[in-house]
């Protein structure tokens, strides 16, 4: 695991996808209900998913970031599969097995559906990032010293002493020397022993004051790791007994016992969470931005919905001997169309849906909701996102549509939904707030 910091906070990457995935700098919007909204972008373009996460905490950010990397590296092992099987002869039927389930769970978004799935785990977005503290904040160089000897949590624990140089043997520094020489200039015997005994004394010197300063560098980094290990461990604290508060907050709503700020930021907090705990097929990006309006108890969102070229998938395959390779049997435009349609119908009252399933608290009358279609401009990088499905209903109305049985586009209907066309054709509507 990598970890990578976001005002002082850490988050744990997935090693698989940690070279791969971009996380941006945290940024504060205020949202229109005054609340102070904090955000942070992800991205993996491999797979061409992207997520923009907002909190009105900003301490809950490195969970959620967390909880939707690991939702893509199981995305990402199961593309690694994928690409590898498609050129394998032996896989055809595999891979046929795969696009039949792909399709048929892309169909049955509404009908696989099930209440009792939707359980919401605060600590979901619990923060588990591992203490670790940088050679460069430790030492200032990038990497340990190899003197430094640290214990099973990393924490700098003692220093390799360098051996204290041994007294030079004078007998045989004196032997060198004839005898005629020591009697006759026993000066230069002595200057000789002098200059060894003097050379002795410097590196006894020497090595005493780098073993001091290993031993000063020792300390220095034990006081930097533990006031970092203290800060982080009580960050940690912190986020937990946010989320105690939170929690607790939401399951108190319904009695006012919170000031109107925490409420709302509580009740958009157990939204978010129930959008998180949702399970949509691969080919979903699921992006959304949500806003509780307290005065008509509504939930304001706007939803991600795919494009034609998001669900362009293959129907089957077969091997081709002529080719020696597997040849994939695409979806028609037809097919497709047909496709994209009931798919941004299914997400979009399957979302409603489960918010208001979810809704223990009873605080959710209403859902105003507001599907987007990304398209990809060939004069800009930038994607432009165009309303196509435009709803707003009260929770009863969508509690009692038959979702698993009827046509998608005709439940849209019945809560008096609004679009200018099919939403594959990507016609905007006019959103409602």
Known sequence: MSDQSVHSYQFIVPD???????????????????????????????????????????SLLPGKVEAVLDLWEKKYLRHLQYEADRYRPAAVDRLNRDAVKRL??????????????????????????????????????????????????????DVKRLDQASRPDLEKIQS??????????????KAAVDQELAHWNKKRSDIGVANAERRA????????????????????????????????NYERVTFMETADADRSIAIEEYCDLVMMSMVYPDEIRCNWLLRYVPESRTLNLRLDLPSVSQLDLPKSWTYSSKDAEVVEDRLSESEL???????????????????????EAGVLDSISCNGE???????????????????SADKQDVLTLDIATEFPSQLFEQLGGISAGAPHLVMPVEPID
């Open 16 to 58: 698989i996808i940690k070279d791969l995935v971009e996380v941006s700098d945290v940024f504060l919007r205020d949202s229109a209900n005054a609340l102070a909204s904090y955000g942070i972008n992800l991205s993996f373009r491999e797979l061409d998913l992207y997520r923009t996460l907002r909190s009105g905490e900003v």
């Open 104 to 157: 048929e769970m892309l169909h049955g978004i509404l009908a696989g559906r099930n209440d009792a799935d939707l359980f919401v785990d605060w600590e979901k977005i619990e923060r588990r990032g591992v203490f670790r503290v940088t050679p460069e904040a430790l030492y200032g160089i990038p990497a340990i010293p190899r003197y430094i000897v640290t214990d099973a949590d990393g924490r700098p624990a």
């Open 176 to 189: 060198k020397f004839g005898a005629i020489t020591k009697m006759l200039q026993p000066g230069m015997v």
């Open 217 to 248: 560098t020792l300390r220095q980094a034990q006081d930097i790791y533990d006031a970092a290990k203290s800060m982080f461990e009580g960050a940690r604290e912190s986020n937990r007994a946010l989320l105690d508060r939170m929690r607790g």
């Open 337 to 359: 169309a047909d496709l994209c349609d009931t798919v941004s119908y299914q997400i979009l009252l399957r979302t409603m849906y489960d918010l208001f399933a979810a809704d």
């Open 373 to 391: 279609v990304a398209v990809q401009s060939s004069s800009s990088a930038e994607a432009t996102s165009y309303v196509v499905l435009s709803v």
